[in-house]
């Protein structure tokens, strides 16, 4: 009777042993996809930063007759709202 406690607390020991590896592997594997989610953010806000540049370069382009239009309005636009600006603080 004594032996098979002995034996059965062996049993629950080794898996209570191998349960505590496999948390810690797991938690390893959970750092490792927080630090690739992180990455994957910073990659999104730069590009992200990066399509607004092109956006706003795009609109200064004057490739086309729209473009052209487009673009002049944009800067007639920053124009009055920078004399707009001016005025406020005279």
Known sequence: MLS?????LEILVSAY???KR????LQKEVEKYR??????KE???KL?????ILKERTVFLPS?????STAKASVDA???EIDEALALLQ
């Open 4 to 8: 098979a406690i002995q034996q059965n």
């Open 17 to 19: 042993e191998g349960q």
């Open 22 to 25: 496999q948390a810690a592997d």
């Open 35 to 40: 630090t690739q989610l992180q990455s994957a």
């Open 43 to 45: 990659k999104i806000y």
């Open 48 to 52: 992200e930063e990066e399509i607004g």
């Open 64 to 68: 086309t007759p729209d473009n052209y």
């Open 78 to 80: 920053l124009i009055k």
